[in-house]
């Protein structure tokens, strides 16, 4: 089975910082990588798919990259509404979708 | 618009079974695959089972292999997750999500993703 270990863990930030929040995979999942956005008591909402690739509505100010085994994702300019906690996803290994850990960004 | 809507949800007791159901709309159901993915409280993501549009292919969690039974009505926009012998560690919030490919820059399909979710029913495992 393929490992998702995100990094950090948590992350305190301010609003109009730059943020990196790092996914790597046990072996090399080309880019088969998603990233998603959960706010608490809410359902995991996908910002970024195949890598680097923005979901339609998603602000331009996420971006994603990577391949292989190292992925991040950036928040150029972190506004209030960006605190939740995120999730990659590789969908390399079909069936087994595995997500990392998460990585809460709070204030 | 796009709709998930998952019920079923409840409190059992260890080794009983549970139903859910996921009622989908603004889409059509029969041209994609759905999934199950669990968050216990607290915890994060986990996928459970998935099923191709015409059930074709079914795939399961090692965690939840031979337990729990994932099925699809096209015919009712509805997908369906049968949980027998319930376990403690089963207690979570359970989502549907709808499945989208993905495609690299020569057109080659290359991965999955979930691009609608529901809000989720929880399911809760206790004596």
């Known amino acids: 089975d393929i490992q998702m270990t995100q990094s950090p863990s948590s992350l305190s930030a301010s609003v109009g910082d730059r943020v990196n929040i790092t996914c790597r995979a046990s072996?090399?999942?080309?880019?088969?990588l998603n990233w998603y956005q959960q706010k608490p008591g809410k359902a995991p909402k996908l910002l970024i798919y195949a890598a680097s690739s923005l979901q339609s509505g998603v602000p331009s100010r996420f971006s994603g990259s990577g391949s292989g085994t190292d992925f991040t994702l950036t928040i150029s300019s972190l506004q209030p509404e960006d605190f939740a906690t995120y999730y990659c996803q590789q969908s390399y290994s079909a069936p087994l979708y595995s997500f990392g850990q998460g990585t809460k960004l709070e204030i | 618009e796009v709709q998930l809507v998952e019920s079923g949800g409840g409190l059992v007791q260890p080794g009983r079974s549970l139903r859910l159901s996921c009622a989908a709309s603004g889409f059509s159901f029969d041209d994609y695959a759905m999934h199950w993915v669990r968050q216990a409280p607290g915890k994060g993501l986990e996928w459970v089972s998935g099923i191709t549009w015409n059930s074709g292919s079914i795939d399961y969690a090692d965690s939840v292999k031979g337990r729990f039974t994932i099925s699809r009505d096209n015919a009712k926009n509805s997908l369906y997750l049968q949980m027998n012998s319930l376990r403690a560690e089963d207690m979570a919030l359970y989502y549907c999500a709808k499945e989208r490919y993905s495609y690299d820059s020569s057109g080659n399909r290359a991965g999955i993703y979930f691009d609608y979710w529901g809000q989720g029913t929880l399911v809760t495992v206790s004596s």
């Open positions: 072996q090399s999942i080309s880019s088969y």
